[in-house]
């Protein structure tokens, strides 16, 4: 990894509470978009929760001296979800991008929360710059004159269009592939660091085409989640793409060289659908900056800012 990019969390401490501020301006406009939904996210508002259990790889234990992969069972909550704040949004709605939030329960009551979305890179590649971008969605109405605030912002920021281009419309939750776009540091052993980007693998990737979405039902992918897993549990991959020297670690709108290496860190196997899933995901709350020994921040301060931001949502609709 690029050790010279790299900060440690101290030296941002000073500068961490400048994003109350930012999460507040970024929830405002979130409402702004989508309005209020008394109980619900102001973002990925529609979703579905799970539970099941995960058992690393030695490969991850030798990157990793994280309990998390220890080679135990580790049980995990997991919300698979659509984007926006519209809680009746359609599951085949175009370029509405998936995410995936995993919580993994470890003994004594320690958690680690990764959270994912079905795109291969961020939009923006700071906090501001996504407020900016969310100010502009917000000024482009469906009725907006073109061209819009948003197509603007577009044209002069390429990494919006690189980013939002990659998503696609899966036939299940289960046959998407997840990403965690940010960069984060395992230290195994002996100490040594090593600069990771989660990718969430499925058994099969397939997806629809914009006719093949459009016709579906309303909730298809919410309704086919328990179905399959009534028939046989659903497996994910987890994986971390490493970065070589050079690569840098600040800005989750760049992605790494495809050519890359990727190492299986383990299986998440999904066993069952929450029958509570509408009430429970109301109280769940995955924040990308609990982690544990073994597992730590890079330079890039988004999952900070994004910490902050689900903080105050929650906050919010916890009132």
Do not use: C
């Amino acid at each position: 990894m690029n050790h010279a990019s790299e900060e440690s969390l101290s030296a941002h401490e000073s500068t961490d509470g400048n994003y109350a501020s930012l999460a507040s301006e970024i929830v405002d406009i979130f409402y702004k978009i989508y309005g209020t939904h008394p109980g619900f996210r102001v973002n990925h508002a529609k979703g579905i929760v799970a539970e099941g259990s995960f058992v690393a790889t030695p490969a991850a234990a030798a990157l990793s001296h994280a309990a998390l992969f220890d080679g135990s069972s580790i049980p995990f909550t997991v919300r698979f979800s659509n984007d926006g704040g519209f809680p009746a949004i359609p599951d085949g709605a175009p370029g509405n991008i998936k995410g995936m939030a995993v919580k993994f329960h470890l003994p004594g009551g320690a958690e680690v929360n990764i959270v994912m979305l079905a795109v291969k890179t961020f939009p923006m590649a700071t906090g501001e710059g996504f407020r900016d971008l969310l100010a502009a969605i917000s000024e482009s109405p469906e009725d907006a004159p073109k061209p819009t605030k948003l197509d603007e912002f577009a044209a002069s920021h390429p990494t919006v269009p690189a980013a939002f281009n990659t998503a696609g419309t899966p036939d299940s939750f289960a046959h998407e592939e997840y990403r965690g776009l940010n960069a984060f540091i395992f230290v195994d052993k002996a100490g040594r660091r090593q600069a990771v980007r989660y990718i969430m693998k499925p058994e099969e990737l397939v997806y629809l085409t914009a006719d093949e979405a459009a016709r579906q039902p309303l909730d298809f992918l919410v309704d086919d989640l328990p179905q399959r897993i009534a028939n046989r549990p659903v497996e994910f991959h987890f994986t971390a793409q490493l970065a070589e020297p050079g690569d840098q670690t600040k800005d989750p709108s760049q992605p790494w060289p495809n050519d890359r290496q990727v190492v299986d860190l383990g299986v998440l196997t999904v066993h069952k659908v929450r029958d509570d899933s509408r009430e429970v995901q109301k109280d769940l709350l995955f924040l990308p900056t609990d982690l544990i020994d073994g597992i730590e921040l890079s330079d890039d301060r988004m999952p900070v800012i994004r910490s902050e931001v689900y903080g105050v949502a929650f906050a919010r609709r916890s009132r």
